[in-house]
């Protein structure tokens, strides 16, 4: 299942971040992601889990006249996103080789008609990624993304 091999992907500080990830409020979807996902962590360190398993951990969680499989399966998929979110956010935060958060960053003033604020990062971007001894395939893109943008830019 998709949530449960995104869970065993997870580094075991990861899942203390992730845990916070589920309680903050800019990305909280519900009290009940967080508390399955306390459960499993207790209980099932290892996520290997059979559907019969799954089914008993929400029984335990929520109470056992809670449960449809609409429900685990909403709740999973919900939970399986948030993985996945959390887990293209950390990659965004910690890429120290690229330039990848700033790349993210101007195409968003870009799109948001930014204005002199736009031009100025763009310029720095470029800059640093000109400045740079050896170049890989990605960064003459990026070039050519950021110096064609800002030509055609309204």
């Known amino acids: 299942m998709k949530l449960l ?5 997870l580094q075991p500080d990861e899942r203390k971040e992730f845990e916070k990830f ?3 409020p800019f990305f909280k979807a519900g009290e009940q992601q967080q508390m399955f996902f306390k459960f ?7 996520f290997d889990l059979g559907k019969a398993e799954l089914e008993a951990a929400y029984r335990r969680c ?3 006249d809670s449960y449809a499989d609409n429900k685990l399966y909403n ?3 919900s939970m399986a996103k948030q ?3 959390f887990m293209a956010i950390k990659f965004v935060l ?3 080789e690229g330039h990848l958060r700033d790349t993210l960053l101007v195409r968003a003033l870009g799109q948001r008609k930014a204005g002199s604020y736009y031009r100025t990062e763009a310029q720095r971007l470029a800059d640093a990624v000109e400045k740079q001894a050896v170049k890989n395939l ?3 893109l990026l070039l050519e993304q950021l110096y064609s943008n800002a030509y055609f830019n309204p």
């Open 62 to 64: 929520f109470g056992k």
């Open 40 to 46: 499993l962590c207790k209980h099932h360190s290892g």
């Open 5 to 9: 091999s995104l869970l065993r992907a």
């Open 94 to 96: 910690n890429d120290r």
């Open 83 to 85: 993985v996945e979110d």
């Open 138 to 140: 990605d960064d003459y």
């Open 75 to 77: 709740l999973m998929s």
């Open 22 to 24: 589920l309680a903050s």
